[in-house]
């Protein structure tokens, strides 16, 4: 029903790249990713723009999921409205945090997510509440650990019902622990390390939400990070001239 967190549950490394309306994300969505990611935080796209492309990806690969802008309740409706299978809350600090985010995302009684008929691509249902409780069940929530204050209350986060990976946002992390973009140095390491064992800790997944130019994924799946984004750019040009290479020309 979603294959990115059955995916996810099997412990096996899901890998997605960033969607959006002016990229052909039929070809994208079938390319082999998990999942395409449409951000709407750091992004000129609005949520209401992300409904065309989401429908396009009906019936491919690639689960679509969306990072909202912040963690408000109307703009996590928005997203689940467009059909997103899975929803990215920038800057979860607390417990409290967390725990409105998966409200927001969950039909009563497991939340407070307002109805507006069946939205997104869950199949077929013999009734409306076996509807809300599969979505319930199904949709991946990913709250961001970005800050201080967030390592502080790591397993408070972690431990929350309904949370399925701890994302790690890499720059602003560095930047919170006085090591801007030096993602290779020990004081970033160290935090790293703490992610993975507390998210191992609490049978949940830890991810990045980009691996840092120049490094090795496989460097973070060791580590225990199996949820990233790559981009697809470099790989489809390579790919590309890779083909065109092949033609006597």
Not at 167 to 191: F, K, N, T, W
């Given at each position: 029903m979603?294959?990115?967190?059955?995916?996810?549950?099997a412990?096996?490394?899901?890998?997605?790249?960033?969607?959006?309306?002016n990229?052909?994300?039929?070809?994208?969505?079938?390319?082999?990713?998990?999942f395409?990611?449409?951000?709407?935080?750091h992004?000129?796209?609005?949520i209401?723009?992300?409904?065309?492309?989401?429908?396009?990806?009906?019936?491919?690969?690639?689960?679509?999921?969306?990072?909202?802008?912040?963690?408000?309740?109307?703009?996590?409706c928005?997203?689940?409205?467009?059909?997103?299978?899975?929803?990215?809350?920038?800057?979860?600090?607390?417990r409290a945090?967390?725990?409105?985010?998966?409200?927001?995302?969950r039909?009563?009684?497991?939340?407070?997510?307002s109805?507006?008929?069946?939205?997104?691509?869950?199949?077929?249902?013999?009734?409306?509440?076996?509807?809300?409780?599969?979505?319930?069940?199904?949709?991946?929530?990913?709250?961001m650990?970005?800050t201080?204050?967030?390592?502080?209350?790591?397993?408070?986060?972690?431990?929350?019902?309904?949370?399925?990976?701890?994302l790690?946002?890499?720059?602003?992390?560095s930047?919170?622990?006085?090591?801007?973009?030096d993602?290779?140095?020990?004081?970033?390491?160290?935090?790293?390390?703490?992610?993975?064992?507390t998210?191992?800790?609490?049978?949940?997944?830890?991810?990045?939400?980009?691996?840092?130019?120049g490094?090795?994924?496989n460097?973070?799946?060791?580590?225990?990070f199996?949820?990233f984004?790559?981009?697809?750019?470099?790989?489809?040009?390579?790919?590309?001239?890779?083909a065109l290479?092949?033609?006597?020309r």
């Amino acid at each position: 029903m979603n294959a990115i967190k059955d995916s996810i549950k099997a412990g096996r490394t899901v890998v997605g790249t960033a969607g959006a309306p002016n990229v052909d994300v039929s070809i994208l969505a079938d390319a082999g990713y998990d999942f395409l990611l449409f951000d709407t935080q750091h992004s000129p796209w609005e949520i209401k723009q992300l409904q065309a492309p989401i429908q396009a990806m009906r019936g491919k690969q690639a689960a679509p999921v969306v990072r909202v802008a912040a963690n408000e309740a109307h703009q996590i409706c928005f997203a689940l409205d467009a059909g997103a299978r899975g929803i990215i809350a920038p800057m979860i600090n607390t417990r409290a945090e967390a725990e409105a985010m998966v409200r927001a995302c969950r039909y009563f009684p497991l939340g407070n997510r307002s109805n507006a008929g069946v939205r997104g691509e869950w199949g077929e249902f013999k009734n409306y509440r076996d509807y809300m409780d599969a979505v319930n069940n199904e949709l991946l929530i990913v709250p961001m650990i970005e800050t201080n204050q967030a390592l502080e209350n790591l397993d408070d986060i972690a431990s929350v019902p309904g949370v399925d990976v701890m994302l790690i946002g890499p720059s602003d992390l560095s930047i919170e622990l006085g090591v801007p973009l030096d993602y290779q140095c020990d004081i970033y390491q160290r935090a790293l390390d703490k992610i993975a064992a507390t998210a191992a800790k609490r049978g949940i997944t830890a991810g990045m939400y980009f691996i840092p130019p120049g490094m090795d994924p496989n460097f973070f799946v060791q580590k225990g990070f199996r949820f990233f984004t790559m981009p697809w750019g470099p790989w489809a040009t390579a790919g590309i001239k890779n083909a065109l290479a092949g033609i006597e020309r």
